[in-house]
């Protein structure tokens, strides 16, 4: 399995970012805008948005596509 180390840590550093932009969006009761997150964790907030685009996808496709 040579070679896939690199794959799966920028998988897992994606899954980490994920949850994190998730937490602060949510538990900030409207204080985080995606500007002071993707400040926060030193991304681009075009990132940010699409991180939370991709969550709200996967939360539609799980209520069955329904909003």
């Keep these: 399995m040579a070679g896939t180390a690199a794959p799966r840590t920028d ?4 899954e980490a970012l994920f949850t ?4 602060l969006w949510r538990n900030g009761e409207g204080s985080h805008s995606t500007f002071c997150i993707a400040a926060e964790l ?5 990132e940010v948005c699409h ?3 991709e969550a709200d ?11």
């Excluded at 998988?11 to 994606?14: D, N, Q, S, T, V």
């Excluded at 996808?57 to 909003?67: Q, V």
Aim: charged residues 45%; proline residues 0%.
């Design 11 to 14: 998988l897992l550093r994606k």
């Design 20 to 23: 994190r932009v998730l937490e």
């Design 42 to 46: 030193k991304m681009d907030e075009r």
């Design 51 to 53: 991180l939370l685009e």
């Design 57 to 67: 996808g996967r939360a539609a496709s799980l209520a069955g596509g329904e909003r």
